[in-house]
């Protein structure tokens, strides 16, 4: 909903402060209380945010989350669900939505709530609610990548590309890199990164030769779980540096997301 852990965490602590004042015997049902509670802090909070990312430096990209440990470690069946409601992706196209769209496609997509229940907890009609719904599904359907998602294949391509792109070997690059392939860096004004969106395989590949240069020295590379998809955290001096995620189609690397803000990435300390 909020593409950030921070205010995820500040919306289900503000969520309970109120269900912790509340008398009750004055709740008839405490799962839809909680929704409805849940659902108009983060429409608030992402409002907020909306606000705030009209100023920000550079390309903006949701916080990563690791999500291979305890409660997130995703099973064989729960795996493509995840990918398909948390991957980076997703919650790209996500961000161009209203944040009433945005609340109805996460409800009714996402949790499967009737829309009923959803007309309840944003006092809309039903009728409202479902033209919403249907925008939003038309929305993610016409901007949501088309992408491999098969895990083994993302793993060895991302070890080949940090290989090539820490060697600075631009022909090992290209031949990863598919034409129209799309890098996209958030360093928020906080690290180096890219100002703007850099496209196509030349352009990519030169841009990762020129910054890897002198680089490679003293960077561990931690693969893991990232927003249900395999990702690489490249620390310096022990300390989160870098998070990379490639995505994949039709065997070639089509888009590279590298998440250099600092403040998204305290979550990995």
């Known amino acids: 909903m909020l593409g950030r852990f921070t205010d995820a965490e500040d919306v289900v ?20 209380y909680l929704v409805r509670v849940t ?8 409002r907020q945010a909306q606000s705030r990312r009209e100023t920000y430096v550079g390309p903006w990209l949701p916080e990563p989350v690791a999500t291979e440990s305890g409660a997130f470690s995703p099973d064989t069946a729960e795996r493509a669900v995840l990918e398909e409601s948390v991957s980076l992706a997703v919650l790209i196209v996500l961000e161009s939505l209203s944040p009433l769209e945005r609340a109805v496609f996460v409800l009714r997509e996402a949790f499967g709530f009737p829309y009923a229940d959803i007309a309840v907890t944003l006092e809309r009609s039903e009728a409202a609610v479902r033209q919403l719904a249907g925008r939003a599904r038309r929305h993610v359907g016409e901007r949501k990548p088309r992408y491999d998602v098969d895990a083994a294949q993302r793993r060895e391509l991302t070890e080949r590309f940090l290989a090539a792109a820490g060697g600075g070997d631009l022909d ?6 598919a034409p129209d392939v799309r890098l996209v860096s958030d360093g928020g004004g906080r690290a180096k990164a890219a ?11 030169r841009f990762l030769s020129a910054v890897a240069t002198g680089s490679a020295a003293g960077v ?33 690397i089509q888009c590279v997301y590298l998440v250099r803000n600092p403040d998204k990435l305290t979550n990995f300390l």
């Open 13 to 32: 602590q503000d969520a309970w402060l109120r269900w912790s004042a509340e008398e009750r015997g004055d709740v008839r049902e405490p799962r839809g």
């Open 39 to 46: 659902t108009r802090l983060a429409i608030d909070r992402l």
């Open 172 to 177: 090992a690059l290209l031949g990863l890199l």
């Open 195 to 205: 100002r703007r969106v850099i496209d196509t395989a030349d352009k990519v590949g």
């Open 220 to 252: 561990e590379y931690r693969f893991m779980q990232v927003n249900g998809a395999p990702g690489v955290l490249l620390l310096v001096g022990g300390q989160p540096d870098t998070l990379v995620q490639i995505e994949v189609r039709d065997g070639r």
